[in-house]
């Protein structure tokens, strides 16, 4: 058994570096199925070897070498893949480093944003696009991401089972699309990988209030993305989204680990590198804007976390300027969750009877999973003095939050107001 030196280093070796194996795997065996099961393989291998001898000097090598080995061992017992053995077993001599998140990538090398563009072929459903890039990209558990969707455990595994099935009986390869075919699935990427961030950002579940090491994840494809289509300004938009909004992570958890509001948070703590990096895309993003290529929701969203990142405190922040942003998001990416946040904007600006009012405008049905729109109007209702309300919002977002810091929070929110 591991001790938990050795578990620990498994369990970050592999979060870090399981989606840049399993595309490899992918490149190699041109079977998403079959390049899964050789990682997993690997891990099992590590779990069964690395308490014993010790975590290597690359970890990140080691799995891969493992992992290329058994997958020469599967091809060798079906006689009719013998040039493929051959093909493997180069590669197998081959211990190719691991891309640094700040590293300059060549994008066309990248297994990663390869794996990301063959999760979005447009033979599967969005649904199943988003639930095999969390699956092969992302690391989650099928449970995890079950649990994401709302949809039992067993429904998701076929899902996913389906959608690398799907993808084998396409025929579709491990490689960069190119021309109008990179255009039509550059949006589904997007989404793809602002998905990913948006779960680290906020796990949808479990103990954790962030999981960093995917909004990490995120960031990367998106500044991997602004290479691979760099005039278009979306992209820029989105990375700098992912920049702006990723250097509050730090500042998002309090010492003991339990959440901490933006209006709370310690601004000293943010990543003013990031901050930085993600107004230099937001400049790039408006150059070309500026020659009339349309910008759209990523774009909005970056110039809105701009003005986050430029108030020196959350008493600076120019709130009725974020409100007419959000009113112009509306317009062009329409959708609930769009209207709470502009819900959040109107009341800060014009007071919190004019944000309960937007809130209200919402269908009653179009968030009834989600602890969004309870826990934003709790927040209106808190601020406009009427406690009892709010305290009965903040329960209703507390048993509707399947995140246990989240939880914890929005019941500290609902005692005070009863207080």
Not at 45 to 57: D, K, R, S, Y
Not at 224 to 240: N, S, T
């Amino acid at each position: 058994m591991a001790d938990a030196t050795t578990a620990d280093a498994i369990t970050a070796t592999w979060r870090a570096e399981s989606a840049r194996l399993v595309g490899a795997l992918v490149r190699m065996t041109r079977d998403v199925e079959l390049a899964e099961d050789l990682a997993q393989d690997a891990l099992v291998a590590a779990l069964e070897a690395w308490p014993a001898q010790g975590v290597p000097a690359n970890p990140a090598a080691w799995l891969m070498t493992t992992a290329k080995r058994r997958g020469i061992d599967h091809v060798r017992r079906a006689a009719n893949l013998r040039r493929k053995t051959e093909e493997l077993g180069r590669a197998a001599e081959e211990v190719s480093p691991m891309p640094d998140l700040d590293a300059q990538v060549d994008h066309i090398e990248d297994d990663v944003l390869r794996l990301v563009f063959l999760c979005c072929h447009p033979a599967l459903t969005p649904e199943s696009r988003a639930a095999l890039t969390l699956r092969l990209v992302g690391g989650l558990t099928t449970d995890e991401i079950a649990r994401g969707f709302l949809v039992p455990s067993t429904t998701m595994g076929q899902r996913i089972s389906r959608a690398k099935k799907t993808l084998t009986e396409a025929g579709a390869q491990l490689e960069l699309p190119t021309g109008a075919e990179r255009t039509q699935r550059l949006d589904d990427v997007m989404a793809v990988v602002y998905l990913i961030f948006t779960e680290g950002y906020v796990a949808t579940a479990g103990d954790d209030w962030t999981r960093p090491d995917l909004a990490r994840e995120g960031i990367r494809l998106a500044r991997l993305l602004a290479e691979v289509a760099p005039e278009e300004p979306e992209v820029h938009g989105l990375q700098a989204l992912l920049e702006l909004q990723g250097s509050r992570l730090d500042a998002r958890t309090d010492a003991d680990g339990q959440p901490v509001l933006l209006d709370d948070q310690d601004r000293d703590r943010w990543d003013q590198l990031l901050v930085r990096r993600g107004l230099a895309a937001l400049r790039r993003a408006e150059e070309i804007a500026a020659r009339g290529v349309p910008v759209s929701r990523y774009y909005l969203q970056a110039a809105i976390a701009a003005l986050h990142a430029r108030a020196a405190s959350a008493a600076d922040t120019d709130w009725p300027r974020i409100a007419h942003l959000y009113d112009v998001l509306a317009t062009a990416a329409p959708g609930p969750v769009v209207e709470v946040n502009r819900a959040v904007a109107h009341g800060r600006a014009a007071g919190p009877d004019a944000g309960l009012a937007v809130l209200d405008a919402i269908p009653t049905d179009a968030l009834r999973d989600s602890p969004l729109a309870p826990s934003v109007r709790g927040d209106l209702l808190e601020r406009a003095g009427r406690h009892d309300e709010a305290a009965t919002a903040f329960t209703e977002a507390a048993e509707r939050t399947r995140n246990a810091g989240e939880r914890a929070l929005l019941e500290r929110r609902a005692a005070a107001n009863r207080a």
